[in-house]
């Protein structure tokens, strides 16, 4: 299995920061991972595909970045409603894993 | 706009079998350009991938699970499912199901999530 490491773990942070979140394979997936971000309640958001493809419709202020086995999340400037639990993903090979996720709180 | 929806009971029975379904509208369960998949998370936990199904039934599951796991299709019904033997505590959990990005594994259509839980 491929592992996923996320950190932090935890984030705080005020709106109109940046912030980036680090998503670590145990072994090279070729660009094939995702950022979901999830709410209470709500199903999980696709950001990010393929790495750094942003998803139709998902503000430009969420940016991925990496290869190999290291990758980021990046929010430009956070607003209100970016405060959520994020998680990566890979795809890479069926046995799909995801990060433990990280969770953006209100500083 | 796909939309896909999760049914089946709210509640199980350690030792028992959990019984999901997942009904596809607004696009068709027959393309050979994506597996439709079944994710979980259990209450405070993060993600997990259960398993991916296409239309043809060919079937990929999470080695943790996949002994007790079965992920079967029905194109006639536009539905694919969900069964999970001898489920324990640790099963209970909000599923999803889901389909992905053409050609990928990135998930971008996904149900509301039903939760189960398992009662002793």
């Known amino acids: 299995d491929i592992q996923m490491t996320q950190s932090p773990s935890t984030l705080s942070a005020s709106v109109g920061d940046r912030v980036t979140i680090t998503c670590r394979a145990s072994q090279g997936i070729n660009n094939w991972l995702a950022w979901y971000q999830l709410k209470p309640g709500k199903a999980p958001k696709l950001l990010i595909y393929k790495a750094s493809s942003l998803q139709s419709g998902v503000p430009s202020r969420f940016s991925g970045s990496g290869s190999g086995t290291e990758f980021t999340l990046t929010i430009g400037s956070l607003q209100p409603d970016d405060f959520a639990t994020y998680y990566c993903q890979q795809y890479n090979s069926f046995g799909y894993t995801f990060g433990q996720g990280t969770k953006l709180e209100i500083k | 706009q796909l939309q896909l929806q999760e049914s089946g009971p709210g509640l199980v029975k350690s030792s028992e079998t959990l019984s999901l379904t997942c009904t596809v509208s607004g696009g068709s369960i027959s393309s050979s350009s994506y597996y439709w998949g079944w994710i979980r998370q259990p209450p405070g936990k993060g993600l997990e991938w259960i398993g991916s199904?296409?239309?043809?039934?060919?079937?990929y599951y999470n080695p943790s699970l996949k002994s007790r796991v079965t992920i079967s299709v029905d194109t006639s019904k536009k539905q694919f499912s969900l069964r999970l033997s001898s489920v324990t505590a640790a099963d209970t959990a909000v599923y999803y199901c889901?389909?992905?990005?053409?050609?990928?594994?990135?998930?971008?259509?996904w149900g509301q999530g039903t939760l189960v839980t398992v009662s002793s």
């Open positions: 199904i296409d239309y043809s039934g060919t079937t």
């Open positions: 889901a389909r992905p990005v053409e050609y990928s594994g990135s998930y971008v259509y």
